[in-house]
């Protein structure tokens, strides 16, 4: 028994063997036939399944056995029971290569009984055969059609692509199809063709999208074109065309589907569109630029000491990523491309004198402009001939730092410290070259600071820095005497350019109205310990902030201004109301009013 069917197998012939046949049952049946091709060639070494499901019986054959393509299925009962009766199903089943080829059902008669036998025969319909699918890929949203060849396609065949049947099945001959391709998603999946009567084929075909860009490499070239790139992205096509601002490119290679590699155009100097579009239309675009070969106009500073190690930079224009930079013939190190038009670069040692700085981007073009070498004392510290205010600055912004190589560390000692701002306090107002610019004036209102030291004192680590020299330099002068000029100096060019106030002031709370946090902001025109006092309506007491020791300056955004969370000195939120806050430092003192909101 198997699945609840009979099993026989008859592989004799009884000879003088009398089964009874009664009325409209047999116990003893044959069924026979032959198994062929299209053109009547018999077909040999078939597996043929012959069964009565309403007997529940089965047999197995293959053909070949008992002639050419003939299968022969004896079905005997030699207990008195039917094995077909009048209206029986019996169904024939041919296998080829382990697939259902062909299916016959006979339904048995009285004359088949009068018989004994029953002959079906079957013809093989060829099998179903995908050679292509054109194109091999479409849009995850569907609605493209292609084009599928191959041989055998049906009237009625279907069509499936990763299990989502397709519409438009369109038979145009028994080797083409055309399909519209349904929705999928993105990636490969199983073209399956089925034809009415046989069983299915696979082909694959790929959900492609839109295509996008992420990064072209590199993203300039000379406008004269002729440069190689490489595009990078996904979902690029093969057939696809690149356009530079319009102009079609060369050599376009489809490295894969996310890489084209592509010869530039010539160009116009400047930034251009790079479009690239598929054989279905869809497209994408990315910016690129077209360069020429360099060009210098300025190097800020000029001049470096000999000894070498300072950063200058380089204005021009077209520099491109990996230019090389030499100063009379010396290799400079730490080129770093700002910008194309902006290079920052590490001078050489050299010697005295003027020399000819060369850059030389990748691609061999070069220009050159001229720097010289000179030998300035190092409490020079700006090396623009003369000391001045902008020297004890330079060393009150990088005060406290230790390290090689820093600009304020005048004595060389690793550190910058007190005694470098003495030490260029001490030349104050000297010339260090013949050639230096006019001394700046002492009684001069006008001490805004250089552009690049400007820009140093906006860090906010710079700024807490050089108040804090402040703080050094006239705690010192209280007692040395020779440092009362910088000291005085150094605090009025730093109330002119606004890093510390002029005077102490406590600052309204933000927000106000609150509930239940505020921030109090204040602002220091000396070095103090600062306290905050909180009181109720009534003058009671509510909270002390002790804040601590603050240098000169504003403390006005948060985390710098002092927080008070709205609760009392024994960690209770305080209810709603007015309330005042004062503040005391050193020999200041002021008080304002704030309110907490319900």
């Known amino acids: 028994m198997k699945h609840g069917i009979r099993w026989f197998y008859v592989g004799l012939v009884i000879l003088g063997l009398s089964i009874p046949m009664v009325g409209n049952t047999a116990s003893f049946f044959i069924v026979s036939g032959h198994v062929t091709d299209e053109e009547n060639s018999p077909l040999n070494g078939l597996e043929v399944t012959v069964s009565n499901e309403a007997k529940n019986l089965m047999l197995m054959q293959f053909t070949g056995d008992s002639g050419p393509g003939t299968y022969a299925a004896t079905f005997i009962d030699f207990f008195g029971k039917s094995v077909a009766d009048i209206n029986d199903e019996i169904k024939v089943s041919v296998k080829q290569m382990g697939i259902v080829a062909a299916e016959e059902t006979k339904r048995i008669a009285q004359a088949d009984l009068d018989k004994g036998f029953v002959n079906v025969d079957l013809k093989i319909i060829p099998r179903l055969k995908l050679d292509s699918i054109s194109p091999d890929n479409a849009l995850a949203s569907g609605g493209s059609i292609v084009k599928i060849l191959g041989e055998n396609f049906q009237e009625g065949v279907t069509v499936t692509f990763g299990g989502v049947e397709a519409s438009n099945v369109v038979v145009v001959s028994d080797t083409e199809l055309s399909v519209t391709v349904p929705a999928g998603s993105r990636g490969a999946v199983n073209v399956m063709v089925t034809n009415p009567d046989s069983p299915p084929a696979l082909i694959r075909f790929t959900y492609i999208d839109v295509p996008r860009l992420t990064k072209i490499i590199p993203d300039n070239a000379l406008a004269s074109g002729g440069s190689t790139v490489q595009i990078l992205g996904e979902n690029f ?323 710098q201004a002092a927080h008070w969370d709205g609760r009392n000195d024994a960690g209770e939120l305080v209810t709603s109301g007015v309330y005042f806050y004062s503040m005391k430092a050193n020999e200041f003192s002021a008080m304002r009013k704030m309110v907490i909101g319900k």
């Open 237 to 559: 096509q093969e057939g696809v065309t690149v356009t530079f601002g319009g102009i079609e490119a060369s050599n376009v290679v489809v490295v894969s589907d996310t890489e084209l590699s592509v010869t530039v155009p010539a160009g116009t100097r400047g930034a251009v569109n790079v479009m690239v579009t598929n054989p279905d239309s869809l497209s994408a675009s990315i910016q690129f630029t077209y360069i020429d070969v360099p060009r210098l106009t300025s190097i800020i500073p000029d001049k470096a000491l000999a000894l070498g190690g300072s950063t200058v930079q380089i204005l021009g224009e077209n520099f491109q990523e990996g230019a090389a930079v030499t100063f009379g013939g010396i290799e400079a190190s730490n080129v770093v491309v700002v910008s194309d038009t902006e290079l920052s670069v590490t001078v050489p040692a050299g010697t005295r004198g003027a020399v000819e700085v060369i850059v030389t981007n990748p691609d061999s073009h070069s220009a050159s402009i001229q720097f010289a070498y000179i030998d300035y004392p190092p409490w020079d510290v700006d090396k623009n001939g003369s000391v001045n205010i902008f020297d004890l600055v330079t060393v009150a912004s990088q005060f406290g730092q230790s390290g090689q190589g820093l600009s304020g560390d005048i004595d060389r000692n690793g550190t910058v410290n007190i005694f470098d701002l003495v030490l260029v306090a001490s030349h104050f107002g000297e010339a260090t070259v013949a050639t230096a610019p006019p001394l700046i004036s002492l009684n001069s209102k006008d001490f805004g600071a250089p552009q690049h030291l400007s820009m140093r004192l906006t860090d906010r680590d710079a700024g807490m820095r050089t108040r804090v020299a402040l703080t050094e330099l006239e705690n010192l002068s209280e007692t040395d005497p020779s440092v009362l000029l910088p000291a005085k100096l150094l605090r009025q060019w730093l109330v002119t350019s606004g890093e510390i106030p002029s005077e102490s002031m406590l600052l309204p709370n933000y927000p106000n109205p609150f509930n239940p946090e505020t921030w109090i902001p204040y602002q220091l025109a000396n070095s103090s310990n600062v306290t905050i006092f909180i009181y109720d309506v009534l003058g009671q007491p509510v909270r002390r902030l002790d804040i601590g020791h603050r240098h000169a300056g504003r403390y006005v955004e948060h985390p």
